[in-house]
């Protein structure tokens, strides 16, 4: 089993940073491509940013300059580093593992629970 924990959401004012993280863990053999995702009220979840293993990257236009997305392989975490952040980054955002493979073979995509990313005007 695998599991995702998130952390480093919480209430920033605007123009101020927050740096989330999300820690795999289990059997994990190897983890081909971890992201971030947000879902705001009322909205649909969409990506924020994702990274390979072997650390490219991509972003949604609306978060390209101001966010960085960052992994450390031998840890299976990966890192969301937010700044000069607007009232409408305000969202939950949750971690993602894609093809997660495990010590018992190809194991599929897995969720953290979220985390709760709100900013103030």
């Known amino acids: 089993q695998v599991q995702l924990v998130e952390s480093g959401g919480g209430l920033v004012q605007a123009g101020g940073s927050l740096r989330l993280s999300c820690a795999a863990s289990?059997?994990?053999?190897?983890?081909?491509?971890m992201g971030w995702y947000r879902q705001a009220p009322g909205k649909q979840r969409e990506l924020v940013a994702a990274?390979?293993?072997?650390?490219?990257?991509n972003y949604a236009d609306s978060v390209k300059g101001r966010c960085t997305i960052s992994r450390d392989n031998a840890k299976n975490t990966v890192y969301l580093q937010m700044n000069s952040l607007k009232p409408e980054d305000t969202a939950v955002y949750y971690c993602?593992?894609?093809?997660?493979?495990?010590?018992?073979?190809?194991?599929?995509?897995?969720w953290g629970q979220g985390t709760q990313v709100t900013v103030s005007s």
């Open positions: 289990g059997t994990i053999f190897s983890i081909n491509l």
């Open positions: 990274i390979t293993s072997g650390g490219s990257t």
């Open positions: 993602a593992a894609h093809n997660v493979h495990t010590k018992y073979g190809p194991s599929g995509d897995y």
